[in-house]
């Protein structure tokens, strides 16, 4: 806020644009700095300069038609330089909704080519296309994309029930094949065993 005396306080992780006449004058940085009410200066906008973290959650449906949720935390900042603190002050509304509508974009458009199963495999892919994209499509209004990781894919309900019985199936399948080799196994070092023995015997008959 502003004293009658022209001291504008500013708190510490945050700046102030500072406009005299209804035209941008500077940024105003944490402590207090000089804003004249009598030459018609005041300011106009408070930016957190802290590392913020948006969670954005998109419905879409893979290559094969199962449809999956997604999760993706992007972690966004202002750039500390003057030029972007004004970016983003007077060009940019919302940056959350900007940002989140970027993510949606690039995850509707890169989750429908990918089957189901690939997607849990190419998930670093579509994350760094997500960061890509973000970082050119901000950059614009001042601010840095620092990550944009999937942090959850879940599928619908019915197709994660018929995924883990698919799986448990496999695993049944598999130990029941190591079940075999090791019947196998055994029955071959009893043969092995009786033939030994049998040897043995007939030497010593002779």
Known sequence: MCDPLGCLMVSESEVKVVEQCGKYHYVAHPGCNCANPCMCQKA????????????????TKTKDNVFITINVAVQYQ?????ESIKAANYRLQNATQQIRAYV????????????????????????SRIKSQLTEAMSGFGYRIIASPITDIDPDPQVKAAMNEINRQKRLKDAAADEGEAVKVRAIKQAEAEAARIEIQAKADA
């Open 104 to 127: 949606l974009d690039v995850v509707r458009g890169a989750v429908p080519r990918i089957p189901l199963d690939d997607v849990f495999t190419q998930k670093e892919e579509v994350s």
């Open 78 to 82: 202002i750039n500390n330089d003057e």
């Open 44 to 59: 106009n906008g408070t930016l957190s300069m802290r590392l913020e973290q948006l969670q954005v959650t998109c419905v």
